[in-house]
């Protein structure tokens, strides 16, 4: 506490403010549709498989979670598209899905760095602090 002071709070826009901007951002640029159906290649890409593998794994659920979103489709997704797209003559609509998904991809994960870790810390330590509290 500030003694002989007062405490001055200023309004600053929280992280939900800058995902909702973000969110129209990406239905302005793709479309809505566009938006979709990158999503739909987004969400079920790694999630399913780690929580698949979650049981003969075992990790905590928090592990399981934070293992399945993080991964970004990257430059090397663009690199074989490309070369595929090259090699087999494809129609162009193909490389330009394949950029977008890329492209989406890198946006939502970089907006998503710094609440998923503190997030993650957050429940690490609560389990941590739960199992103290019981032994």
Known sequence: ??????????????????????LALLVLVLGL????????????RRLPVVLAL???L???????????????????ALFHLTMEAHRLGADPRVLAAGTRVV?????????TTAPGPKAYGAAARRAKATARDAG
């Open 58 to 76: 075992s990790p905590p659920w928090r592990d399981a979670l934070f293992l399945g979103w993080y991964g970004p489709i990257g430059v090397s």
């Open 33 to 44: 549709s566009g938006l979709l159906r990158v999503l739909a290649v987004l969400v079920p």
């Open 103 to 111: 492209a989406v991809s890198t946006v939502v994960h970089g907006v």
């Open 54 to 56: 979650k049981r003969p």
């Open 1 to 22: 506490m500030l003694r002989g002071a007062e405490k001055h709070r200023t309004l600053q826009p929280g992280p939900l403010l800058l995902y909702i901007l973000m």
